[in-house]
């Protein structure tokens, strides 16, 4: 069993700044990535971050120079540290994971529950 779990969502002002976290826990034997992907209403879940096992970032063009993701491999966590909110980044927030459970090459993709994101004023 594996389980993602986001956290540090909420309301913020447009200008302001929201760290979100992801944890993986559970059978775990590697973790090839994790990724933050956010749906915003009526619109498609779209990518906005992700970060490989070699600590490699790539981000959304719409949030680059604005949301830098992190991670801690010892703890199987992502952060996302959102700043310059726009009312346009309000969405659910979802962590995604990419992972082994077992030595070899078969990988898996596990998704936590989503976390509200709300820039307004």
């Known amino acids: 069993q594996v389980q993602v779990v986001e956290s540090g969502g909420g309301l913020v002002q447009p200008g302001g700044s929201l760290r979100l976290s992801c944890a993986a826990s559970?059978?775990?034997?590697?973790?090839?990535?994790m990724r933050w992907y956010r749906q915003a209403p009526g619109k498609e879940r779209e990518l906005v971050a992700g970060?490989?096992?070699?600590?490699?970032?790539n981000y959304a063009e719409s949030v680059k120079g604005r949301f830098t993701i992190s991670r801690d491999s010892a703890k199987n966590t992502v952060y996302l540290q959102m700043n310059s909110l726009k009312p346009e980044d309000t969405a659910v927030y979802y962590c995604?994971?990419?992972?082994?459970?077992?030595?070899?090459?078969?990988?898996?993709?596990?998704w936590g529950q989503g976390t509200q994101v709300t820039v307004s004023s």
């Open positions: 995604n994971a990419i992972l082994t459970t077992s030595p070899g090459p078969t990988f898996a993709t596990y």
């Open positions: 559970g059978s775990i034997f590697s973790i090839v990535a």
């Open positions: 970060v490989t096992s070699s600590g490699t970032p």
